[in-house]
């Protein structure tokens, strides 16, 4: 219970002093906000299921015409996000895990106003939700993520925390290339913005993620993975999802043969 439901309809009429509404056989006072629209809140049941909802206008009792199912449903809740941290730009996809989930009517709210929904909050089973962060408009800083299920007329009080942050940038790479076909290279990534976290990685081109060590905020060390001769953009990333904010290029080359040389030792004078 404690839902807010509207009720709108030409024949609802202030001057009819009261108004209640009937949901099964459970019957709750309602307030008229104008001329046309109602308000009833919904009162609390035992279990889940579907009810039939009559509104009765006036002193006299009289029925409006027609009845509406409403569902009473077990309420959602959120056990846990990942990552728990994203862009400000927006765009991380958000797994939220929890219980209660359905399909339709779904929104995830980021802080106080920030709702998403639609494909930006897709139902993936009753325990678990992906859904994509907006951009955040107070900048960086710790919100909410809450769940509604009946299209934002009500959401968790869970508190599961997401922070969002500027996100790593790259600067440069020492070195800046490497042998084709080897793996092992270590490359030391210079920028701003690295954060010690457990998911901090480097990203070398369109391969998978490795790790990366945290050395200081403007330091990683990235072991490169084994890859074709060419060049490939490097990028950090705090979350082991986002690596969107700033890159720079590394190439893997051939390695250089060493040629022999005969004889291999002289006299100290030198000559031929």
Known sequence: ?????????????????????????????????????????????????????????????????????YLYYQAPTVVGIQPSRGLIAGGTSVSVVGSGFVDGGLQCRFGVNEVVAGRSAEWISSTALACVAPVSVSGPGIVGVEVSVNDGADFTADGKQFLYEVGATVDALRPSYGVSGESGQVVTVLGRHFEQTGELSCRFGMSGHVRGLYMTSTMVACSAPASGAGTVAVTISTNGVDSRRGSQPFTFGLAFAVPEASPSKGPVSGGR
């Open 1 to 69: 219970g404690g839902t807010v439901l509207t009720i709108s309809g030409t024949v609802l009429d202030p001057e009819s002093n009261t108004i209640r509404c009937e949901f099964g056989e459970t019957a709750v006072l309602g307030t008229y906000l104008a001329m046309g629209t109602a308000s009833c809140t919904v009162p609390a049941r035992s279990v889940s299921g579907v009810v039939k909802v009559r509104v009765i206008e006036g002193d006299g009792g009289i029925a409006l015409e027609g009845e509406q199912p």
